[in-house]
T-cell receptor, first 110, second 118 residues
């Protein structure tokens, strides 16, 4: 079964800083990765997906995938208090069967 | 507003009760999912339905019985649960498709049903 490892945090960054969230995976065959954000008391929502080696940017978010080193990361530039949430990493499943990592709790301090 | 609707939002049941959780989506998605989430833990996959057929059962105890009456509805029937089954139960849906590069991995979650077993 595909597994991912995430530092559970909490990761605390000041407002305006870059938050870096990391995820390592064991299955070299993993072809895609998904980052979901979950606010406290809410359900997860997709924020980024990445399928190819390299970087993918969407607004303040950048996903990075390094298949040789088997890690995927999410950078959040100009972090805002509203980014405070738990970020879940998951490799793509064959049938949408996402197996989430433990999640990293991010706290952005004003 | 979420496009996946779950009812009830809260449910309290005894260990001998039979109850059901319901999930509905009208996005034309053909894959639907049940996840279980305990406090400070990530969602854990329970079941996957694809085109109304059960395609994945993650070794879930038989006291949880899923049902997909049609492409828009997903139920989770509960019977003889244990206190440790108390959790948030999340329903999700996605487009059909196979493979890790497909839209099947873009899940839309409902708000969840919080279950307490006494």
């Amino acid at each position: 079964q595909k597994e991912v490892e995430q530092n559970s945090g909490p990761l605390s960054v000041p407002e305006g800083a870059i938050a870096s969230l990391n995820c390592t995976y064991s299955d070299r065959g993993s072809q895609s990765f998904f980052w979901y954000r979950q606010y406290s008391g809410k359900s997860p929502e997709l924020i980024m997906s990445i399928y190819s080696n390299g970087d993918k940017e969407d607004g303040r978010f950048t996903a990075q995938l390094n298949k040789a080193s088997q890690y995927v990361s999410l950078l959040i530039r100009d972090s805002q208090p509203s980014d405070s949430a738990t970020y879940l990493c998951a490799p793509g499943g064959s049938q949408g069967n996402l197996i989430f990592g433990k999640g990293t709790k991010l706290s952005v301090k004003p | 507003d979420t496009e996946v609707t779950q009812t009830p939002k809260h449910l309290v049941m005894g260990m001998t009760n039979k109850k059901s959780l319901k999930c509905e989506q009208h996005m034309g998605h053909r894959a639907m999912y049940w996840y279980k989430q305990k406090a400070k833990k990530p969602p854990e996959l329970m079941f996957v339905y694809s085109y109304e057929k059960l395609s994945i059962n993650e070794s879930v105890p038989s006291r949880f019985s899923p049902e997909c009456p049609n492409s828009s509805l997903l139920n989770l029937h509960l019977h003889a649960l244990q206190p440790e089954d108390s959790a948030l139960y999340l329903c999700a849906s996605s487009q059909d498709g196979a493979g890790p590069l497909s839209g099947a991995n873009v899940l839309t979650f409902g708000a969840g049903s919080r279950l307490t077993v006494l």
